[in-house]
């Protein structure tokens, strides 16, 4: 079907207007983007339906195992489609914001792959969503460029560019500001059909895309969706099929249990998964939040060489060689700290030993979140991989009991754990409320995940009277009193940091009263960015 034939889809109505919209937002585009919420907005609403009602379950008592239904598959020899040539080396990915600046330096970073993330690293203003999609065109176009009227700095896409792969937002978000049928437009199929409709033929003419991550998949029904949708564009834009290729993001807890049935479901379009792993320990979190004894002690102790994190890393390896796909190691947050040498040695040498770590155990490539670590992190795999993955390479042949990838870390929660917790809650989420997803704090590159594990960290201590150890000695049981206290202590000495003015143009009451409502809750929400949107939509 040509591209520009009109379709009996209802007309999408955009209720407001942003920089760059008359060039992302054409007719065509958007009849297409209306096409795919009418074929799939249904079918996603089911799917979000029975999250919940898998979630219920968990809450009743039920704890996760491997589907007996789909027994078949996981011990079926069988592989998925081989990568195209680009993505056969994916040794280090830079992620990053779609911000016009930080793409082109992530492009330029020496990285192999930079996701351009429209999830967790972009606070969803529809200004900034209109940017990064515009962005997206000037990458086809070749016209990528930002002369900065600041510094007098000039930033143009080198020669030898990473290959870019997108992240559109997740399943259970919406765009509330482009209406189809007087409902608000799934956010995931809003961001992959802008994507796929301008950029798709151009990108698959080079060899170099249209490339995807998927975020914060739940199950292998999740994924046999995405199938069907990337089918349904492939067929619609004139793209081969299979041309797609999409990575799929294991941060959650139940993906981690259907790893096998996520790359049957996807066998002609994955190139990977990934262990997606700050997502993952709030998904731990919030999936076994009614179950006592799986709390976990301070963020700082859940490590991904202990306990329930390194055997999902494990199982990631294994089950992606057996498969023939990519196996991805996870996010080193760190940046470097500007006038401190010794700290930012430390810094970077944690990000060595992550690196070392990962590649050992088999990952075929690794993320990193600063320019800085590219050459970090490369040293580490290229000293230690010979070829351009280790997908031949077998690994951990045991069987993974599922009791292994439920198997809490040890360790004490703090006071100043949970001080910790509130702080970086607050101050990410009031940077997130002003428009900015990827925020340094405490010498760390941060995105969403951190406020998520932080609230979730708080509500799990709470929920089941964790015991904290005392600063001065001693221990406390967290109960909702003392938390309040904590939070006022701790939002005091923002304002006493910032100041009053910063802190009122700064959101910060609004974020402390979010994350406040969402430790405090009787049910640990799903996703704090969802009334943080809404306060977001009508900020911006």
Known sequence: MPLDRPTSTAAPIVLRDAPGADHVLTPEALAFVAELQSRFGLRLHALMVARTRRQERFDRGELLDYLPETQAIRQGVWRADPAPEALLDRRVEITGPVERKMMINALNSGAKVFMADFEDATAPSFPNIIAGHANMLDHRDGTLEHDDPKSGK?????????????????????????????????????DFGLNVFHCGRALAATGRGPFYYLPKLESHEEARFWNEVFVFAQDRTGLQRGTIKATVLIETLPAAFEMDEIIWELREHIAGLNCGRWDYIFSYIKTLRAHGAYLLPDRAEVTMDKAFLATYAARLVKV????????????????????????????????????????????????VAHPDLVPVAREIFDAEMSGPNQ?????????????????????????????????????????????RGAVPINNLMEDAATAEIGRAQLWQWRRHGAAVSLTLGGARKLDEEWLGELFQ???????????????????YASAARIVQDAVLAETLPDFITAPAYAVLNVLD
């Open 320 to 367: 992606c060689h057996r498969r023939g796909i990519h196996a991805m190691g996870g996010m080193a947050a760190q940046i470097p700290v500007k006038g401190d040498p010794e700290a930012n040695e430390r810094a970077f040498a944690k990000v060595r030993a992550d690196k070392l770590r990962e590649v050992q155990l088999g990952h075929d490539g690794t993320w």
């Open 154 to 190: 000039s930033y143009r896409v080198g020669p030898e560019p990473a290959v870019l792969i997108v992240r559109p937002r997740g399943l259970h978000m919406q765009e509330a500001n482009v209406l189809i049928g007087g409902q608000p437009v799934s956010a995931a199929l809003f």
């Open 391 to 435: 997908i031949r390479i077998p690994r951990h042949t045991y069987r993974i009991e599922p009791a292994m990838l439920l198997k809490p870390h040890a360790g004490e929660v703090t006071e100043a754990g949970v001080r910790t917790n509130i702080s970086v809650a607050v101050e990410y989420l009031a940077q997130w409320i002003s428009g």
């Open 489 to 507: 202590t701790e939002i005091l000495a923002i304002l006493e940091r910032v100041g009053p003015s910063a802190f009122h143009r700064g959101h």
